[in-house]
């Protein structure tokens, strides 16, 4: 790979691979859902440029297909970079570093609540899925681990990490007014609302949504 497409990939997706027999270049979520649906096609199609695209547009696709490494890949990184995250917030330590409270907080909010993010999107293309919560050290480390856990599992974890998320955001329309893409509270409420909803908690999920609706600093 030369120089610019290195560049290129650094800044384009998190993985930092230029990589599209892989699918790493970016996330595949349009593929496995838009495409594979037909409400969507491909422009060059067909040409022979990126085939496992096509493979996914005819249902015709092994494991290996560059629609699933890229999502499990770009999934799996972000549920890593998140388990680092909170588990340095964790480390009491942390507030020799002059990391106020309600900073650190908001921070791992935000941790916890991207790790759920992750989470449900694996949950959503594979079912059950190897359930990663702490920092891995080495391959070894992560073998030891990687047993596919069942979908009631992966979704408590998703519950449970969303339940934390919300009560560690900040209580207002922004998480951070200098930066007001950060996740909120109300972003984390309103995953609460559509993990139920695809679980068919019709109840559950109106219930949040009233409550976010509730909200009035947030709408």
Do not use: C
Not at 29 to 46: C, E, T
Not at 183 to 202: H, P, R, T
């Amino acid at each position: 790979m030369n120089s610019s497409y290195q560049l290129l990939s650094n800044t384009l997706n998190i993985i930092g691979e230029w990589d599209w027999t892989g699918g790493k270049v970016l996330r595949n979520d349009f593929i496995l859902q838009d495409i594979a649906a037909g409400d969507m096609n491909k422009k060059w199609n067909p040409d022979g440029d990126q085939a496992w695209m096509d493979e996914v547009a005819a249902f015709n696709f092994t494991a290996i297909n560059g629609a699933f490494n890229g999502i499990w890949s770009y999934d799996y990184e972000g549920i890593s970079r998140a388990n680092m995250a909170i588990n340095t917030l964790n480390n009491p330590d942390i507030t020799d570093t002059g990391l106020d409270a309600a900073t650190k907080d908001r921070l791992l909010g935000e941790a916890y609540f991207l790790r759920a993010f992750y989470y449900f999107d694996l949950l959503n293309h594979f079912g059950g899925v190897p359930l990663l919560t702490e920092p891995l050290e080495d391959f070894s480390a992560a073998y030891e681990v990687s047993n596919r856990a069942s979908e009631e599992e992966v979704i408590a974890l998703i519950e449970n990490d969303l339940e934390t998320a919300v009560g560690l955001l900040p209580m207002q329309k922004y998480s951070s007014n200098a930066e007001p893409w950060r996740v909120s509270i109300g972003a984390a409420k309103g995953m609460q609302a559509k993990v139920d909803l695809f679980q068919e908690n019709w109840e559950m999920s109106l219930a949040h949504i009233e409550e976010l609706q509730a909200w009035n600093f947030i709408l």
